[in-house]
Every structure is written in C-alpha cells, then in structure tokens.
C-alpha cells in the first residue's frame, strides 16, 4: 500500500501542478477580457474557469490513477452505513462551523474576504450569474477535485492523513497568503464531511452553503444600516456556533468509526512525497511574490 500511496500522491501532485498552471493562464486572461469586475463577461469567465481548473486536473489524475482496486474500496469504504440524520448533522454543523469562523476571519483579517460587487442595483439576471460563478460552480468542482479525485485516493493512507494533505492542497491551490489560513480550516471540515458521510454531495451542499451565505450577507451589507450588519454578523456567530455545538453532539456516537485505522493501511507519511512536498513549496514562492508585486 505504501508504494500505491507514493504512485497516487505523485499523481495529484501532477495534477495540482496542471492546476497551478491553469491557474496563472486563467488569470492573465482575465486582466484582458474580463477586467471589468461587475460585468457579466467576468462572471461567466469565473464560471468557466472555475470549471477547467478542477475539473481537468480530476479527469487527468483519474485517467492516469486508473480504477480502484477491489481491496481499496474496501480499505477506504465506510464499516457501519451511517443513519441519515446523522448525515444531515455532519453537514450542517460543520457548515455552520465554517460559515460561523469565516465571520470571525473577516474581522481579524479583512484583506481575505471575498469582494462580492453588489448592490441595490445589481439586475436580477446578474445575481443569478454571481450565484453560479461563485456558489455553485466552486462547490461542485472544487469537491470533485480535491476531496473525490485526491482526498479519496490518499485514503488508503487513513483518511485522516487524506484529509490533512487535500485541505492543505485545497488552502494552497486559493493562491492567497491571507485566504489560506481560512481556506485550510474549511478542507478540514469539508473533508470530514466527505469521509463521514461517504458521499461527496454532502461535502458539496457544505461547501455549497458556505459560499452562497457569504453572498446573501455581502447582499444584507448593502441594504442594512452598519449597526443593524453587526447585529446580524453576532447573532448569525453565537446562534451558528451553538448549532454545530449541538449537531456535533449529535453525530458524535459513531464518528470515529469513519476514521478507524487498520493494519492494511499504508503508513500517514507515505502521503507526502518529494513531488506534492515541490509543488506545495513553488505555490508558497508564488503566493509571496503575489503580494509583493500586486
């Protein structure tokens, strides 16, 4: 197993560094065609974008990982089919968590808040297409890569060392010194819910969740007296964080059953390997001189 662990942790390495490239390319592109950041065109290039790079470094590391073997599926397959409600607990608590933190992170470090351009004036057609490219899109794309493509791959590991490497992949691949902290946090808990519940949809209505509560508040920010925002911003932190208080509790009677490791496991360090360990280095280089040259 430790060898299939190194074969698959050099192939998402292969694949993350297809993304990094997608990435800066998109970018470059979006400074020419889509500079304006309120008009549809930008929005739809997001959308796009958004889809080419997550998508086509998952179907390249699927073609050359190949199928799963019968003994991985079983190795990383869960051993006690978990009850719906415990499902919908894991989701919605560790939602409420990310979105609740994310609040938090905003007051501590405002630079690494979304910039979502709206306004009283903002044309229904646009709220959709803001919706889609900033909710939708990066939710279904961003699980499909990182936690159905690698996460799921690395589990023959332990999942809890897959989860660890793909929320770190996943707080690098936001390109943002300030962003990543936060980014990470959220990988972790998205991977939770992937492994927990044995489905990556779950992890997708999180992430999901997260993302469009952002937009409805940046929409509340435009509308609402500063007093009445921070009144909502506190409410929405205490009641979410009791919330998830509460669903952990909840889920929390068979949990760690998910994360169980058995002999047949390969060893957590065979996950990091020279190549994913170059290409989480090179993004660091890239992320600081991004800040130092704008």
């Not at 006690?80 to 989701?91: G, H, Y």
């Not at 989860?163 to 300030?178: C, D, P, Q, R, T």
Request: proline fraction near 3%; charge should be positive; charged fraction near 15%.
């Amino acid at each position: 197993m430790n060898k299939k662990t190194k074969k698959y942790s050099n192939i998402a390495a292969m694949a993350l560094i297809a993304q990094a490239a997608l990435y800066l390319g998109s970018s470059m592109v979006m400074r020419s065609v889509a500079p304006d950041r309120t008009g549809w065109l930008r929005y739809v290039f997001l959308a796009v974008s958004s889809v080419v790079l997550n998508l086509v470094p998952a179907a390249l590391m699927y073609f050359v990982a190949g199928k799963r073997s019968d003994d991985e599926v079983k190795l990383t397959a869960l051993s006690e089919k978990p009850k719906n409600s415990d499902k919908i607990a894991t989701t919605a608590g560790c939602a409420a968590l990310v979105f609740a933190l994310g609040i938090l992170y905003k007051k501590v470090f405002p630079a690494a808040a979304t910039d979502i351009p709206v306004s009283i004036d903002t044309p229904a057609y646009m709220h959709v297409l803001m919706i889609l490219s900033l909710c939708v899109v990066p939710a279904v794309c961003e699980e499909l890569f990182f936690r159905k493509a690698i996460a799921s791959r690395l589990a023959i590991a332990g999942k809890t060392s897959a989860v660890i490497v793909s929320a770190l992949m996943f707080g690098l691949a936001h390109f943002s010194g300030e962003k990543f902290p936060y980014a990470f946090f959220a990988g972790i808990l998205f991977g939770w819910v992937h492994f927990r519940t044995g489905s990556v949809k779950y992890s997708m209505i999180a992430h999901f969740f997260c993302n469009f509560t952002t937009y409805l508040f940046a929409c509340a920010e435009e509308v609402m007296t500063e007093g009445a925002y921070s009144t909502l911003e506190i409410v929405t932190l205490v009641s979410f964080l009791v919330a998830s208080l509460i669903l952990s509790f909840i889920d929390s009677r068979s949990a760690s059953d998910a994360f169980k490791r058995s002999d047949d496991h390969a060893d957590a360090g065979s996950v990091i390997t020279p190549s994913l360990a170059v290409y989480a280095a090179g993004v660091t280089a890239i992320i600081l001189l991004w800040g130092q040259h704008g």
